[in-house]
């Protein structure tokens, strides 16, 4: 069982549609991330958020708005997707992003863009 | 440019036999690996480090060994399981700021026959 949990695993939504993407950590974690999947390319990391603040944010389109409202949730706010949006969105958390230690990751929502 | 390179895409081997997946780099900063394992509708799974200043580590049937001079490092595992059939991820990160982000590879098939 993960101490990472994403919602909804699922999800396909239109062009013009708004929804959330939404991350929980239950490993007392002070750090978070969202990665992106798409087929045939590595993890691509988007943002980064270390005791609530954001960190790193990966050049991502501004259709991509995160959220990290206390260190145990992360959401990602989607808005006016492109279909090259379509990929598997996976959270992370670590003890910190300020030094070396493993990243633990989630089950991913599986998004498809119309 | 892809800085943490898993050239074989797949890899078979027989149960009980030993697994050995490879990982390349080409960024002198990375000094921290990881190896992880992802399951098909799961997220990845932290399975072993090694920092720059060892040049192995084991942890049960896994083995990670690194070779900084020649920027290689790999996994053993042995024996093989059929458990053990998973998309397996080299990962590297380096020290200070935005440097302990994680690159990933795109990961290597491994199948173990019964």
């Known amino acids: 069982e993960t101490g990472v949990t994403q919602t909804p695993r699922h999800l396909v939504m239109g062009m013009t549609n708004k929804k959330s993407l939404k991350c929980e950590q239950h490993l007392g974690h002070n750090a978070m991330y969202w990665y992106k999947q798409s087929a045939k390319k590595p993890l691509e990391l988007m943002f980064v958020y270390n005791f609530k603040e954001q960190t790193e944010n990966n050049s991502v389109p501004s259709r991509f708005s995160p959220e990290c409202p206390n260190s145990s949730h992360l959401f990602l706010h989607l808005h006016t997707l492109q279909p090259e949006d379509s990929a598997l969105y996976l959270c992370a958390s670590s003890q910190s992003s300020l030094n070396n230690q493993p990243q633990h990751f989630g089950d991913g929502t599986r998004l498809s863009i119309l | 440019d892809q800085q943490v390179k898993q050239n074989s895409p797949s890899l078979s081997v027989q149960e009980g036999r030993i697994s050995i997946l490879n990982c390349d780099y080409t960024n002198s900063m990375f000094d921290y690996f990881l190896w992880y394992k992802k399951y098909p509708a799961e997220g990845p799974t932290f399975l072993i480090s090694?920092?720059?200043?060892?040049d192995k580590n084991e942890d049960g049937r896994f083995t990670v060994f690194l070779n900084k001079s020649a920027k290689h490092l790999s996994l053993h595992i042995v024996p093989s399981q059929p458990g053990d059939s998973a998309v397996y991820f080299c990962?590297?990160?380096?020290?200070?700021?935005?440097?302990?982000?994680?690159?990933f590879g795109k990961g290597t098939l491994l199948t173990v026959n019964p």
């Open positions: 090694i920092s720059s200043i060892k």
């Open positions: 990962a590297a990160s380096g020290n200070g700021g935005s440097n302990y982000k994680l690159t």
